[in-house]
């Protein structure tokens, strides 16, 4: 099963340009096993970024992965962070 997992945040304090290009060199240093990672700035609002992290599971999902808990935990500090897990119907 196909999962993708949304980290969101709205930031308070940091300008999202220079907080998204540490967010993509942290993403591909921790390494990203084979998963698509997409970074998006909300269109009209920038303090708004979502991080999108897809996995292609064979043998179904088991929740939220250490990469997303790990980069959600860290963006608390710049400000709201929502992480979601999402499952492909099939």
């Known amino acids: 099963m196909n999962t993708v997992e949304i980290v969101h945040l709205r930031s308070s304090s940091e300008p999202v340009d220079a907080l ?29 970024i979502a991080i999108h992290i897809r996995h ?16 959600a935990s860290a963006l608390r500090t710049f400000g709201i962070v929502e992480h979601t897990v999402w499952e492909e119907m099939p």
């Open 56 to 71: 292609r599971h064979s043998n179904g999902g088991n929740g939220a992965s250490t990469l997303a808990f790990n980069l």
């Open 20 to 48: 998204a290009e540490r967010i993509k060199e942290s993403i591909w240093m921790d390494g990203s096993d084979g998963d698509t990672i997409t970074v998006f700035r909300r269109n009209g609002l920038e303090t708004d």
